[in-house]
């Protein structure tokens, strides 16, 4: 018996959105590093983050590959919660350390609805197999993307070293070995420490107003050259940008992403949108648009994202 999120019927709804004219959008509908696959076999596919000679790692022709990460010892967290528009951090209310863990998969053409559901299905249910998972989301990604990823999971976890345990549960390794890596190309896995809100419903992710909406996933590379400063203060101008849009945004989380297997991207952003309508008054307003040409184009080397749609959570035993 296992709980099941997406049992019967897929849920996912799909957001029939239009590409944006504007740079930043591209950003969040366009395109972790990538841990490629058995397709491509000079890049192999990694779970864990962290140096361990614990974790077996496989592709999707189910070779064990050997682990090849060390974890950055510089970090640069930025902090964004839009719940409570206090909570940014322009008083003195306490925060939370949280690591976000973001991972996109990029599905086989032929992938069938079944094959989908027993994927996200078995996805789901990890976080009943072990402490230290906050929060879960995960989904069908909405619209085109030029890098054709098509689903994306989102889990929050209380420290590294429980997103460590994480990569090394065997329950996990077999859902990815058995229930994804056969119906996908490619897995891109990127993680980040942020901060929330220390109140029980921004840490956990509960409450009506996280039952719904859209959940979009962002991955920036930054030049080089602009990682002590420019970089921030476009992350910075974002997350103001977030705190002026309360009846949007839920909550929203950027830091500096810490796993060396991720070394194409420098940053990583979860926002929480209240609706699909949301998402788009958001990516379409000016504000947003000004302060993307002015503050992220001139910096941004590559970037990729993604968002799905989040519907309410059930339980059902199958």
């Known amino acids: 018996m296992r709980n099941s999120r997406y049992s019967g019927k897929i849920k996912m709804q799909i957001i029939h959105t239009q590409t944006i004219a504007s740079p930043l959008t591209n950003i969040f509908l366009n395109s972790t590093t990538s841990s ?15 140096p361990s000679k614990k974790n077996p790692k496989w592709n999707a022709s189910g070779s064990i590959l050997k682990s090849n990460h060390e974890l950055r010892t ?50 789901y249910t990890t976080q009943y197999q072990m402490r230290g998972i906050l929060s879960i989301s995960l989904g069908r990604i909405s619209g085109g993307n030029d890098d054709k990823y098509s689903h994306a999971t989102y889990m929050r976890f209380q420290t590294k070293e429980d997103l460590l345990k994480f990569y090394e549960n065997q329950f996990y390794v077999g859902v990815l070995r058995d229930h994804v890596l056969p119906y996908c190309h490619e897995i891109i896995n990127a993680d980040f420490e942020s901060e929330v809100e220390d109140d029980i419903l921004p840490i956990f992710r509960k409450g009506e107003e ?8 962002l991955l920036i590379a930054f030049v080089k050259s602009s990682l002590d400063g420019p970089a921030e203060d476009a992350l910075l101008a974002l997350s103001k940008l977030i705190m002026e849009f309360p009846s949007l945004i839920v909550q929203a989380t950027l830091g500096s992403i810490f796993n060396i297997s991720s070394v194409e ?13 949301a998402f788009q008054m958001f990516m379409n307003s000016s504000e947003y648009n000004n302060m993307w040409r002015s503050k992220f184009q001139p910096i941004v080397q590559k970037h990729l994202s993604a968002h799905f749609s989040v519907d309410p959570v059930g339980t059902e035993l199958m």
Do not use: W
């Open 265 to 277: 991207y420098t940053h990583g952003v979860v926002i929480r949108f209240r609706s699909s309508e």
């Open 210 to 217: 996280f039952n719904y909406g859209v959940e979009l996933v």
């Open 36 to 50: 490629t696959l058995a397709s491509s076999p000079k890049k192999p596919f990694n779970f864990s983050p962290f």
């Open 74 to 123: 510089k970090n640069r967290i930025v902090i964004c919660s839009a719940s409570e528009q206090r909570s940014f951090g322009y008083d003195a209310k306490q925060k939370r350390k949280v690591v976000e863990h973001v991972c996109l998969i990029k599905g086989k053409e032929d992938l069938s609805e079944e094959q989908e559901k027993d994927m996200l299905d078995y996805l």
